[in-house]
């Protein structure tokens, strides 16, 4: 369930007390905070774990505060980022570090790859069931057009046309998601 469901979807049924959904928004975006941490912020595993199950308490706690369901992602990122923040200024007062260390910002390249992969992740979600797995089987699986016409039982010169027609499907999904956030303002509320 958690693959196929929009974010948004899952957040109203979270609020409507379904415990499936929540468990699947969890898991939707358990690797995402987990990354913004460990590859962001460059937190250790154990202040990154930390970090997990601060933010998902406070997304728990603060579910009705978010304005727009569709602005799920962002508001997580945000508030990821701000437990991390939080993190670091503890870890300093307890164990000495050197000024420049604490005043470097986190890797904002690192965080935008992983909000566009997230952003990819959920387009693809959308995506008919055989573009789903033919674009997966392609960039995530790196298999060749061989390997995936075998699979779907496809002649190999199909394959290249297939993974053509779904990425311009993607697009117009992920085209379509950017209109949604700039017509929303983009309003992310703590």
Known sequence: MAQTVPA?????????????AWNALVERFSRY????????????????EDVFQEVFAKVYER??????????????????????????????????????ELAADPDEEALGRLDEALDVHDA???????????????????ESYRTIGEALELPAGTIASRISRCLVKLKDQLEGRNQLATQSGGQVNA
């Open 33 to 48: 905070v987990y990354a913004i941490a460990t590859q962001g912020f460059r937190l250790r595993d154990h202040d990154a």
């Open 124 to 142: 693809m979600v959308e995506l008919p069931e055989n573009c789903r797995e033919i674009l997966d089987r392609f960039f995530a699986r790196d």
């Open 8 to 20: 948004a979807q899952l957040v109203a049924r979270c609020r409507e007390g379904d415990q499936e």
């Open 63 to 100: 579910l009705d505060t978010l304005r727009n369901d569709e602005a799920i992602q962002p508001w997580i990122a945000q508030l990821t980022r701000r437990v991390c923040v939080d993190r670091l200024r503890a870890g300093s007062r307890e164990e000495p570090t050197e000024e420049s």
